[in-house]
């Protein structure tokens, strides 16, 4: 939901009135920078606590086959969603056709927690372990991949690691919140029992208030203990570290709330459940990558506030709706849809047989009177 307010605002809002002074404007834009992050962190404590469920080797783990599966089917949508299909079957390949975006960075986020299972399986390195410091690793760097020059390599990698094409998200420091997720779903796995108590929030309450103001000082003490420059050059940009002290704390209070409403609405989550559907929907409809009309073709940075206020209240209702009723629809394209398509080709096929019987016998006709 918070995505899907976010991107209509974000769309529609007329420039004017995108004032970062305005305690609701500032509200709202520091919200919406926490949505991907948020996103991504929850995804990777997700993933690896239920792949570490399965406690077969990872080329019989369910989880990891699921895993590998997903992982091409969000690189294939992330492109899909990319494509303009006038375009696409004009055989007209436009660079934005190739930009990077939430789905791709899941995918290798995804890939990458696989791998290093892999890697651990084979040799016992500690799991939290490798998964923390290649999370570090991807923050850490990720200042330097981005002024780095990369107009040596082609263009569809190169958006994975710049911006400067077009890409809404790139692999560092992104794959980092993931990673860092990994990270929380073994400690899951591990102590169950402890994030059903009043002390796992408060935990990461306490871990993310340290870091939202105390961030540069231990990016300093990393680098007293470590003698690694980049920490010390991450305190000239600590976006990355502060914003993950802010998913802690809205972690822990997505744990609160679990804990407090015990029977939370089976459509909040079964929304929860249907993530891909909704993303896929909702960035069809209101960018029109397909079509090429959309509802960004209403009046992109024109809305007033209240306007987008009502708009965007609509566009969150219309999708509680469709999940709603997903499974009616799903019902309707791949068993009535295809019912009725192939009723269709058999009468086109019946009726070209005896078009082409016609056909035949006046052309045996035709042949007979001129043999006479």
């Known amino acids: 939901m918070m995505m899907l307010q976010g991107h209509f605002v974000d769309t529609m809002l007329g420039d004017q009135y995108r004032d970062v002074t305005h305690p609701i404007f500032w509200t709202w834009n520091f919200m919406r920078g926490m949505t991907a992050a948020i996103f991504f962190f929850v995804s ?57 975006d939430v789905f791709h960075i899941i995918g290798l986020a995804v890939f990458t927690v696989i791998s290093v299972f892999i890697i651990y399986q084979n040799t016992k390195i500690p799991l939290p372990l490798m998964y923390f410091a290649l999370a570090m690793t991807a923050f850490l760097i990720a200042p330097m991949v981005k002024t780095a020059d990369w107009s ?21 420091p992104w794959i980092g919140y993931s990673l860092f997720g990994a990270v929380v779903g073994w400690h899951m796995y591990k102590r169950p029992n402890f994030y059903h108590t009043h002390w796992a929030p408060l935990l990461f309450i306490s871990i993310g208030l340290w870091i939202h103001y105390n961030v540069n000082d231990i990016l300093l003490g990393c680098f007293h203990l470590t003698g690694i420059a980049e920490f010390k050059q991450a ?90 009723r997903i499974e009616e629809i799903r019902y309707f394209l791949y068993h009535i849809v295809p019912h009725y398509f192939w009723l269709y080709f058999r009468f086109l096929r019946i009726k070209f047989r005896r078009f082409y019987n016609v056909q035949r016998l006046n052309l045996i006709a035709m042949m007979g009177k001129k043999v006479r």
């Open 44 to 100: 990777g404590a997700i993933f690896v606590f239920l792949m570490l469920r399965d406690s077969r080797p990872w080329y019989q783990n369910l989880r990891i086959q699921k895993g590998l599966k997903r992982v091409l089917l969000l690189l294939f949508l992330g492109y899909l969603l990319k494509w303009n299909l006038y375009h696409l079957f004009s055989l007209n390949f436009y660079p934005s056709m190739f930009l990077v």
């Open 152 to 172: 040596s390599i082609p263009v569809f990698l190169q958006n994975y690691l710049t911006r400067d094409n077009g890409s809404t998200f790139i692999l560092f």
């Open 235 to 324: 305190t000239y940009n600590n976006a990355s570290f502060w914003r993950l002290g802010h998913v802690l704390i809205v972690f822990a209070l997505f744990i609160w709330i679990t804990k407090i409403f015990k029977n939370i609405p089976p459509l909040i989550m079964k929304i929860g459940g249907e993530t891909l559907v909704i993303y896929s929907v909702h960035y069809v409809l209101l960018y029109g990558t397909w079509f090429g009309i959309g509802i960004r073709s209403l009046g992109h940075h024109t809305f007033t506030p209240w306007a987008t206020a009502i708009g965007a209240v609509s566009f969150i209702l219309f999708f509680a709706y469709l999940i709603y």
